[in-house]
């Protein structure tokens, strides 16, 4: 079926207001009822594509994924017999099959980082001479909002091979993925800059690997490692071995 753009333009018009779901797609059939039931779920289907490529960067910021996991946790716990999942991906206009990917990887990061990454940077503190730190649960205890994994009570230094001085670390944040060049920019304005303006500078540590170029922020108090270092030095001066 041929349309002219005046008619493909009133249909895709139309889509803009109605969500993705089976309903739509028989109002939209009501609507324009002498096009072809192809056509029009032909149409649909593309719109709702772009749709979800113009908006796919948005759902998937830290803070985004954070919420939505928050709120169908909290809504499972309230009803688990109500379709929690379906209703938050309508809210906030996104398929539900990618909202539930979101969920289940959101899942995943805390099985993968909470019992293996995160235990294994508490045991090279423990271990080593750095000691006294403050973990995340005690500094949400306390009432921060956004914290990373490690506060470090008493600041050490990260030497640097070719020069006397070094980088000073206050905090760690530890990450069990590859670090590219879309999910630091996220995890930069939506984490590590909040703080570097609470806490002064820190590490984070891409335990996948890291583009090499994204390190680029040592000067400003954000250094990037892929494994935890142990070329670091407390403000004793003694040096800490895993």
């Known amino acids: ?38 056509t029009l779920l032909s149409i649909f289907s593309q719109e709702y594509q772009k749709h979800i490529k113009r908006t796919h960067a948005k759902h998937h910021t830290v803070e985004a994924i954070e919420t939505y996991y928050q709120r169908y946790l909290s809504g499972v716990v309230k009803d688990g017999t109500a379709p929690v999942l379906l209703e938050l991906a309508n809210e906030v206009d996104y398929a539900p099959s990618l909202m539930a990917r979101i969920i289940l990887e959101r899942f995943l990061q805390d099985q993968e980082e909470s019992p293996q990454i995160i235990l294994i940077v508490r045991n090279f503190l423990l271990t080593s001479k750095l000691s006294l730190f403050i973990d995340e649960d005690q500094l949400r205890a306390k009432g921060y909002d956004k914290t990373p994994d490690f506060i470090l009570e008493v600041p ?10 070094g980088h000073i670390i206050h905090w760690i944040e530890s990450k069990a993925s590859f670090g590219d060049e879309c999910s630091h920019q996220a995890y930069l304005h939506d984490q590590f800059w909040s703080y570097w303006n609470r806490f002064g500078p820190g590490l984070v540590i891409y335990w996948y690997g890291f583009i090499e170029e994204l390190d680029c922020n040592r000067e400003r108090g954000i250094l990037l490692k892929d494994c935890f270092p142990t070329d670091l030095v407390t403000l004793g001066q003694s040096i800490a071995q895993p």
Not at 156 to 163: D, G, I, N, R, T
């Open 1 to 38: 079926m041929i349309l002219t753009k005046a008619q493909y333009e009133e249909i895709a018009q139309f889509l803009v207001a109605v969500p993705p779901t089976r309903q739509s797609l028989r109002k939209l059939k009501q609507r324009f009822p002498s096009q072809s039931q192809s």
């Open 156 to 165: 050490v230094v990260m030497l640097c091979p070719l020069a006397l001085e």
